[in-house]
């Protein structure tokens, strides 16, 4: 049975397909850049699996490609809106991905970027490498604190909740939450307040942080109109999913000062960044790697591999989405 790698992956994940005695094809023209469809598609042919990750559409015409020996795909990500669900329905293929194993790296990244936004992290680094350190001074590069402040947290999932963890427990920071459902045990854990409505949670934070999946429902649920609601002094933190956030008006929010600042690790239309974004310095940009330690990304691939091994031999996979 041959395994198809749509891109290099950690060792780890592949040792396991190779011990479990699989042939496993990588695609190592993709080291450096997203695979493109001709290469999927020559390489899922007569594979039994294929193991995609987020910057590919994996849509019908690959998966007919694979048939009849396609039996599974494991992205090898969180999130599966990559992956044409209803298509891979019809044609009885699992669909399996990797939670769990990045929610302590995906809320250390948040953390990251709310610290380097705040205390002008970024700005100063330019500041002093430009030479422009010429003495301490009491007004110089001001930011703001967190302890003490209020943190929104948009999506209570793994991720989410994590972040408010460390928000109540690290910095001392008040939790309001929304959310499709109420959780009373993390609100009585956390001193956390409810919010069923987003419009009346984010006026009243001083830091917004987001962990929606991509739906039609959160696709630009941070538009003009909500990014307005939030405080001038506020900051906006996006490591979910780019596209809910509507980034012309988050560039035109920074440039007015409807907010003070952001810290975005994913972008709407990837890898392309919006003009505007890049010209700002009151906001920081990571390439989507909130996950991207050695330890998680590790984990990803042998969480993605034993996803895989469990559907070849039969099983269930512990992660199976469809």
């Known amino acids: 049975m041959r395994i198809f790698i749509t891109r290099p992956i950690p060792e780890s994940g592949i040792k396991l397909l190779r011990d479990k ?3 496993v094809l990588v695609n190592e023209a993709a080291k450096d850049r997203a695979a ?26 690959i998966m007919d490609a694979g048939s009849p020996s396609l039996k599974v795909i494991a992205n090898l990500a969180v999130g599966f809106d990559n992956i044409d669900l209803e298509a891979a329905k019809q044609r009885n293929l699992m669909v399996t991905n990797t939670p769990g194993v990045l929610t302590n790296t995906v809320a250390e990244h ?4 709310m610290l380097a936004i705040s205390h002008r992290i970024a700005e100063a680094d330019k500041f002093t490498r430009a030479g422009m350190f010429n003495a301490w001074g009491p ?3 001001l930011g703001s604190d967190l302890a003490g402040k209020t943190l929104g947290v948009v999506g209570l999932g793994r ?7 460390h928000a109540a427990k690290g910095f001392g920071m008040k939790v309001l939450y929304t959310d499709v459902r109420k959780d009373e045990n ?15 949670l984010l006026p009243r934070c001083d830091y917004v942080s987001l962990h929606v999946p991509l739906l039609e429902s959160t696709r630009h649920l941070m538009d003009e109109r909500r990014l307005k609601l939030m405080k001038t002094s506020a900051y906006l933190i996006n490591t979910s999913r780019g596209p809910v956030i509507d980034e012309k008006a988050l560039a035109l929010s920074l440039s007015k000062g409807w907010i003070r600042g952001a810290g975005i690790d994913v972008f709407e239309n990837e890898p392309k960044v919006e003009p505007e974004l890049l010209k700002l310095n009151n906001i920081i940009l990571t390439p989507h790697i909130a996950s991207a330690t050695e330890e998680t990304r590790s984990k990803m691939a042998e ?13 269930v996979p512990p992660n199976l989405v469809k």
Not at 39 to 46: Q, R
Not at 186 to 200: G, K, L, P, T
Not at 304 to 314: D, P, S, T, V
Request: charged share 30%; proline share 0%; hydrophobic share 50%.
């Open 21 to 23: 005695g699989y042939e």
């Open 36 to 61: 493109d469809k001709q290469e999927i598609l020559a390489g899922v042919k007569d594979a039994g699996a294929l193991l995609s990750v987020l910057t590919e559409k994996i849509d019908a015409e």
């Open 110 to 113: 948040t953390f990251a970027l």
């Open 139 to 141: 007004m110089l590069l």
């Open 159 to 165: 991720i989410g909740s994590r972040v408010a963890y």
């Open 186 to 200: 993390f609100e009585r854990e956390f001193n956390a307040q409810f919010f069923e409505n987003i419009d009346d």
């Open 303 to 315: 969480l993605a591999a034993k996803n895989i091994i469990e559907a070849l031999e039969g099983r």
